[in-house]
Nanobody
Framework: QSQLVESGGGSVQAGGSLRLSCAAS????????MGWFRQAPWKEREGVAA????????YYADSVKGRFTISRDNAKNTVYLQMNSLKPEDTAMYYC??????????????WGQGTQVTVSS
């Protein structure tokens, strides 16, 4: 079973950038679709970005298109989320997940513990 560990979260001002990383171990990472999700207080978890096995297909929530970029390095078993032009509404706990379809949260089987992103105005 895959184990996922996120890193790279932190506090930034609006307009700033962060790069999240998700290191995968165990399981069959290279054959898994991977996704980033986020959950703000009092809100449901939502899909942010997803990348399919070969890395050629990516999906983004409308709210982050043009600002966030998902990528993966199969040799390092790592998926990244580059976040630019951050807004206060991007503040949330960000989770990495494996084995699902697109941004459909409930289809993902393995989840990391999350990394906090806080954007101040």
């Amino acid at each position: 079973q895959s184990q996922l560990v996120e890193s790279g979260g932190g506090s930034v001002q609006a307009g700033g950038s962060l790069r999240l990383s998700c290191a995968a171990s165990g399981g069959t990472y290279s054959r898994n679709h991977m996704g980033w999700f986020r959950q703000a207080p009092w809100k449901e978890r939502e899909g942010v970005a997803a990348i399919y096995t070969g890395g050629s297909s990516t999906y983004y929530a409308d709210s982050v298109k043009g600002r966030f970029t998902i990528s993966r390095d199969n040799a390092k078993n790592t998926v990244y989320l580059q976040m630019n032009s951050l807004k206060p509404e991007d503040t949330a706990m960000y989770y990495c997940a494996a084995g699902g379809l697109g941004l459909a949260t409930r289809t993902y089987r393995a989840w990391g513990q999350g990394t906090q992103v806080t954007v101040s105005s």
